[in-house]
């Protein structure tokens, strides 16, 4: 069965943000939670009073699986949503995951 | 529901008449075109004044033939990114010379509110609780415009137009 | 009313007070329409329309700011401002997209009003650049300058994005509207694929007149736009086009997003039907309301008056000897380098599309250094090309060996200008939300292998063009190669077309065969073009040879095993 998760748009900054443990919404996937059917939906249902109350938009589910216990995307829109574009690894998340490792 | 004209709230003397109420022979009334449609004649004996209702199918080629009949035109926006009205509203001052009211019904937007009355709209109606301020904001915002409406307007050079509210 | 004393010789509309008046006051009206949005006053439903006429999409990794580069003209000055904005308020680079217009992909809503602000201090802004409305007018990145032209179409590119800015009656068309224009017919706009395509031209009284084509466009139905008028006078050129854009209002398509564009309309109407009902509406509305003045055009064809060209022979010598004696040089010269009518002078590409690079991007210092060179060799005037290239449309032959060597410096001088390195690419899935696959890889993959330059001359003219999904912003159904980047079962496929072509005799490709996996598509790419020149008579174009032996010679070594 498909592990899921949330993702958005926020909506001041337009950054990628995922739904967190928290029902917080987190910038790195790596921080992310994950569902089963079941839970996405409820999960969904909360996400959903965020969009409610400005905070994000455009949220959706998709499909991850756990490697070494992060959610992976199983689809090349959602890794390049957490990655940044393929063809620039010095901009988008991967570059600031970079600079953090270098910190 | 709230009535704007001139970025002012204004009182609404217009009834909107379901197309199986019975029509009352004094008020003024506002009915759909397809009961203008089916029902003219009786229609045309009122001494009342009449609206009509066009749907954003119905241009306003529609009711050229009537419009003296109507004191009012109320046309419809079913949602907002339906841009017909716009074009049926303008038909009706510019081609058709209508003067009377020109309403916008429906579902607008405070942000279209301006280009409503550059295309010769009168009034709007707006949703309950809407903020008449944000509506009177719209209408002042933009005072140049680049092609002849139907506001008031003073024209400038090459295609420029001041606009003025109205 | 006076206007401003040109500072510079730049071929672009001058703003006066009154221009920069309209372009501040929608920056308030954005300002204020942001600041609703973000208390929840205006639905994201309700806010849509306005922030996409103000040229915000919400895409893959933020907004995606689409600034308005009035039909491909623009000043050093204005280049240099682009430049500081992609550096403070995205990632220090832009994307030039396939309608003259600059995109940023790292933009925050929350900056949009204060960028929009800034960008009118330099005469710029987002106006139009999206949503169901008329979109930027584009034409010609030779305008002006080149001896093919009959018509300066920069001027009636003026006129019209004036007169449809903000217009009150079609802001709310029930889909996009993209006008391009060409004042000759080596059409270099593309005009058939859009949604009216002008050729000005004139009658043999000396007359100013357009043919006039409607409903082109790309996406899930192409067209090639067909013609609705061979003559539309000068003076009745705004009330010909209200009289089109009224009847799309009205009867276009609102019930299906995907059915609403007027191509669709001219199809279902019948051509025969449609020029009826738009002729109707013409005579309607012909008069003294709508004429376009000769005073007005008088007016902004002074803007675009030549600059000061200097009295120079024909051929500048020591240009002539610089191409013989220095190959790359030459190269440069052979792709780059555009005639003029004026002697002594050159119309300059400057190729955005290095070799492996991302087609059509742009630093912030390399567009400073554009600024520069602009300023030095060609009048502070630059043009963008719907190719995704750039354009210094005024340099003496005398400088072009020294621009050389500056565009060289900071990566501009790819001697690949119309050949098949110079590839047209959207930004597909890196950056698109819309997108089903990524179209850059791609495009970088192709380039490298035809990196060669001689190999590049020997093939000759060769239009790559690649799109990440059916939307067709990379204009792969007028490709001599087409790419349509396709999802199959959550992988990247790749369809190839041939023969398509966005000049006047404009056609679409054909699908070539089943999608492909990215390598496959390079390879069989490769294995096209070596058919072509394997079969191609002398002289003879890709798309002449295609329809010469047909498409299954090319089906065929496509889809051979290694």
Known sequence: MALKAITANRLRDGAVVWLGPQNDWVER?????????????????????????????????FDVELVNGAPVPLRTKERIRALGPSVRTDVGKQADRLDRAAA | MPLIENGRAVADPWVSLADDAPLTPDSHVIVSFARWQAEREALSVRNA?????????????????????????????????????????????????????????????ADQYPLLVRCGVSTVEVPEGANVETWARTLNTMTVAYQAGLSAEEPLSLLRRRVTAA | MTYMQPRHNAGIYRYDEVDRQFVRERVEQFRFQVERRLKGELSEDEFKPLRLMNGLYLQLHAYMLRIAIPYGTLT???????????????????????RQNLQLHWIKLEDTPDILGELAEFDMHAIQTSGNCVRNVTTDQFAGATPDEVVDPRVYAEVLRQWTAIHPEFSFLPRKFKIGITGTTNDRAAVRIHDIGLVAKKNAEGRIGFEVYVGGGLGRTPFIAPKTRDWVDEEDLIAYIEAVLRVY??????????KARIKILVHETKLDKFIELVEDEFARVRGPKFRLEPEIVASIRSHFAPPPFEELPAVSESYARRRCEDPAFGAWTRTSVHPHKAPGYASVTISLKPTGGVPGD????????????????????????????????????????????????????????????????????????????????????????????????????????ISGCINACGHHHVGAVGILGVDKKGEEFYQITLGGNAELDASLGDILGPALKADEAVDAVERIVELYLERRQPGERFLATLARIGQAPFKETAYAAD
């Open chain 3, 76 to 98: 050093a000055h204005q280049m240099r401002g682009l430049s500081n904005i992609a550096r403070r308020y995205d990632k220090g680079y832009g994307h030039f997209s396939t």
């Open chain 1, 29 to 61: 996937i790596e921080a992310a939670s994950t569902y089963d059917e079941a839970g996405a939906q409820a999960a969904l249902d909360v996400a959903q009073e965020d969009e409610r109350r400005n905070i994000v938009v455009a949220i959706y589910t």
């Open chain 3, 249 to 258: 209002n009205q009867a276009g398509r609102r019930d299906n997003a995907f």
């Open chain 2, 49 to 109: 004044p009449l609206g009509v209702r066009l749907p954003s199918n119905v241009s306003a080629d529609a009711i050229a033939p009537d419009l003296e009949r109507f004191a009012l035109v109320a046309v419809e926006f079913p949602k907002f990114r339906d841009g017909r009205g716009f074009s049926t509203a303008r038909a009706l001052r510019e081609r058709y010379g209508y003067t009377g009211e020109i309403r916008a019904v429906g579902h607008v937007i």
């Open chain 3, 362 to 465: 742009i630093s912030s210092a390399q567009m400073n250094v554009v600024a520069d060179l602009a300023e030095r060799y060609s009048f502070g005037e630059i043009r963008s090309t719907h190719e995704q290239n750039l354009v210094l449309a005024h340099v003496k032959q005398d400088d072009l060996f020294a621009l050389w060597q500056a565009l060289s410096a900071v990566g501009l001088a790819t001697a690949n200008v119309g050949l098949i390195g110079d590839i047209i690419a959207c930004p597909g899935l890196d950056y698109c939300s819309l997108a089903n696959a990524r179209s850059i890889p791609i495009a970088q993959a192709l380039s490298e292998r035809f990196a060669d330059s001689a190999r590049q001359s020997e093939i000759g003219d060769f239009k790559i063009k």
